[in-house]
């Protein structure tokens, strides 16, 4: 039954390495979007796209629907998750180095003004903050090093 072999079929079997370009080619299903232009890899009885999946499978997370799995090497087929990223609808790599580039300031703007201060200014330790305000440690040491917040 063609079913079961389906489902049999394994992830990881499923797509070879290129050398050049350190692609991962997706040999499994295909799927083409209406106009027939972008072709992704498709996997499971569910449809999903093979990159999304490649991408969580290694990042070990979960991804909502808002958040696309973009290629940098513009390769639709390529499931290598050293070549995807995360972008939102509009997003590309431009965009991306743009928001990394616009990435002080406010920045990451989950913490107020008043408690950016605090971990500025403040001599707590990173354990109490990163407990207390619910941020990273890296946020808190990018605002201790002035590249967040950097102009309070
Ligand atoms: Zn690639």
């Known amino acids: 039954m063609s079913h079961v072999r389906q489902t049999r079929e394994k992830f990881e079997d499923l797509f070879i390495p290129e050398p050049n370009s350190g692609c991962w080619l997706w040999l499994g299903s295909v799927y083409k979007d209406k106009k027939?232009?972008?072709?992704?890899?498709?996997?499971g009885k569910r449809c999903k796209l093979a990159h999304r999946i490649s991408y969580q499978k290694y990042y070990n997370v979960e991804l909502n629907s808002s958040q696309l799995i973009c290629h940098?090497?513009?390769?639709?087929?390529?499931?290598?998750?050293?070549?995807?990223?995360?972008?939102?609808?509009?997003?590309?790599?431009?965009?991306?180095?743009?928001?990394?580039?616009?990435?002080?300031?406010?920045?990451?703007?989950?913490?107020?003004?008043?408690?950016?201060?605090?971990?500025?200014?403040?001599?707590?330790?990173?354990?109490?903050?990163?407990?207390?305000?619910?941020?990273?440690?890296?946020?808190?040491?990018?605002?201790?090093?002035?590249?967040?917040?950097?102009?309070?």
Request: glycine fraction near 8%; include cysteine; hydrophobic fraction near 30%.
């Open 72 to 152: 940098t090497c513009d390769n639709t087929l390529c499931i290598n998750p050293e070549h995807l990223y995360v972008g939102n609808n509009q997003s590309n790599m431009d965009d991306m180095v743009k928001r990394g580039r616009s990435a002080r300031g406010r920045g990451n703007a989950k913490i107020t003004e008043e408690q950016a201060r605090r971990i500025k200014y403040g001599n707590e330790p990173v354990k109490l903050l990163v407990r207390e305000l619910k941020i990273s440690k890296s946020s808190i040491w990018y605002i201790r090093a002035g590249i967040n917040w950097s102009y309070i």
């Open 36 to 43: 027939g232009k972008e072709t992704y890899g498709r996997y």
